[in-house]
């Protein structure tokens, strides 16, 4: 099979990377891709649109194209590749709407009975902290915590005009991701981002700084009522509005003492949880992705898979003003430790390797415990230079504590 990876950051990296361990794929192109994919798959440049990436799809023959951003989803394109008869992973752009829009998923959640924070039109309905979320595409910044009412007010004048002021929940937060083929859905284990700029959770909010994949986040007994409650409302409340969901369906939950409730629904892979998942990954992703995109039900996935661990590497600045330009030295060494390191904002200078965005790489690395993930994980980052280079220390501290 040949397969088309839409995209070109860590989360892209990673899957091109689990792909082309797949016996069922022979050959990758990626668009854009980026300098670590380039090693992997033959990169073409992004074009404008999403029709500009059928073009790309039909002139390959790719028989799968599998989309790591949310922006294409919202913009169509799985819907373009269909009317073209090509084979694409993904939802359509009706489906992507969960994501696309905070207050659509509101209303959904509450028309599917899944549980959410309590939402209000009116500050006074609240006490403080309050949540302060702007309705469309914010690439994590669309989201205030305010402590008080002055804080609350400024938030909304910022975010405003269209914001939703939601309670405030308390509680370890999970990503959990599904794969679904419009009626059925199937999990990855969860994972846990760390989405604050710094170590203990401080500063601004990020992207993510890193991720850890481990079966211990979750009992059993909380993956099923998630399922229950949360993945298989919402796929059969997306039929029933004759909008089925295909793709990755991924729940952003708080674990809260009333159970699991969704702080956000996103319809595409998480980044940097992807880098985990891909590299604990177990069996032929090719086949599972090009079945499922089929309409067969997707397989049930091992559950067996080993901790993992990506720390991501972050530019001078980031996430405010990430600085570009610095170079970066060190990649061959923490691979030959047996880390993988995915690459996210870099560009090819010549024969250098530089930074070109905020979040710059995610050194990733497993282990037989979580522990050992960790410490294969920062050995690796311990090779990696570049002036600027900030990370956090504490990527899967979390759950050492809780076990
Ligand atoms: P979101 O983009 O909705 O995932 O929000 C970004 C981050 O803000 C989340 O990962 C949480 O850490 C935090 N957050 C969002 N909504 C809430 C909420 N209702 N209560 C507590 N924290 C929240
Ligand atoms: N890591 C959070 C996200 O991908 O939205």
Redesign the pocket.
Known sequence: MKILIVGGGGREHALAWRLAKSPSVKSIIASPGNPGIEHLATCIVAPGDVSGYADIAEAHQADLTVVGPEAPLVAGIVDEFRRRGLKIIGPTQAAARLEGS?IFAKEFSRRAGIPT?HTSTRLDDFSYPV?I?ADGLAA?K??V?AQDRPEAEAAIQRLGPKVII?????GE?VSFIGLCNGSAVVPFLPTQ?H?RAFDSDQGP?TGGMGAYLDPRILTASQTSEIMERIMLPAIRQMSAEETPFTGFLYA?L?MTADGPKV??FNVRLGDPETQAIMHSFQGDLGKLLYETASGCAPQQLSTAARPAVCVVLAAQGYPDKPRTGDLISGIAEAEATGAVVFQAGTKRNGDQLVTAGGRVLGVTAGGETLQIAISNAYRAVEKIHFDGMHFRRDIGAKGLRRW
């Open positions: 905070k924070a949540v979320k994590g669309g989201v915590i939601e309670e405030f929940l308390e937060e981002d989405k909010n952003g708080m702080l956000e």
